[in-house]
């Protein structure tokens, strides 16, 4: 079992060093009161940005080392966004790390770029699933706009416990956002973790609306439009018996 603080949070735009002042009281306040794993948003030190050639960073870069020496120093696990370029693409990836407090380094690049936005023509799609296991629990993130494709969590489900969501997910398709969240839960009998952003960036507003979801479906839920944390305990024991007292999922 773990629990896990997920951080609804504005950001400030294109300032990394800006974003980590923020954030490390909250990192470790939240880890102080007893997270094992928190999760930040989507592109957290930046914004979503498709000012790419400029914001991302390499593998080693600030962003990264940042998660990395924070999970170090708290002993817990944070996992976010962030754009970085990737050796041998043309294009940087938006890249998602999930930090350990050994050293670990697991990373997901977004898979399905929101072309709505533009975001393929300034960041490379990811190819593979990752799934990472943090004190017992089997944890597979995705990002944003993945969450619009079932297929993806379908594929990961039978060796998930509980899904990441980190996003950016603009105020105007709010009901789209709160939506697919409790489905993603509910169809694969799993834990969602979604993580929105609040305040503005790029000219769109964000109301966060981030939730901790359980795989019946109930939720622990943030207030709209501020900053908060949301706390939730991730049980893998709770969806193993889920999912043996409604096998529905061997039907598909």
Request: hydrophobic share 40%; glycine share 8%.
């Amino acid at each position: 079992m773990i629990r896990v603080a997920a951080v609804q949070h504005d950001i400030v735009w294109e300032d990394p060093p800006a974003n980590f002042d923020r954030l490390r009281p909250t990192i470790e306040e939240s880890v102080e009161s007893g997270a094992n794993l928190v999760v930040l948003t989507e592109m957290w030190s930046n914004g979503f940005s498709m000012n790419a050639e400029t914001i991302a960073e390499p593998p080693d870069g600030a962003t990264a080392t940042f998660m990395l020496e924070t999970a170090r120093a708290t002993g817990a696990w944070i996992a976010g966004s962030f754009p970085e370029h990737t050796l041998g693409r043309p294009l940087p990836t938006n890249r998602l790390l999930i930090a350990g407090p050994a050293g670990e380094d697991h990373r997901y690049s977004k898979i399905r770029p929101f072309s709505y936005a533009g975001e393929h023509e300034h960041y490379a799609a990811g190819e593979e699933i990752i799934t990472v296991d943090i004190n017992g629990v089997r944890v597979t993130p995705f990002i944003c706009y993945d969450l619009r494709f079932a297929d993806l969590f379908w594929g990961a489900a039978a060796d998930t416990d509980c899904f990441l969501v980190p996003a950016n997910w603009p105020a105007a398709r709010r009901e789209h956002w709160t939506s697919l969240l409790r489905a993603r839960a509910i169809e694969n009998q799993a834990y969602v973790v979604g993580v929105n952003r609040v305040g503005t960036g790029g000219g769109l507003a964000y109301s966060g609306d981030s939730r901790i979801i359980d795989p019946l479906g109930e939720m622990k839920v943030a207030p709209a439009g501020e900053e908060a944390v949301v706390w939730g305990e991730v049980d893998p024991d709770h969806v193993a018996q889920v999912r043996a007292k409604f096998p529905f999922m061997q039907d598909r």
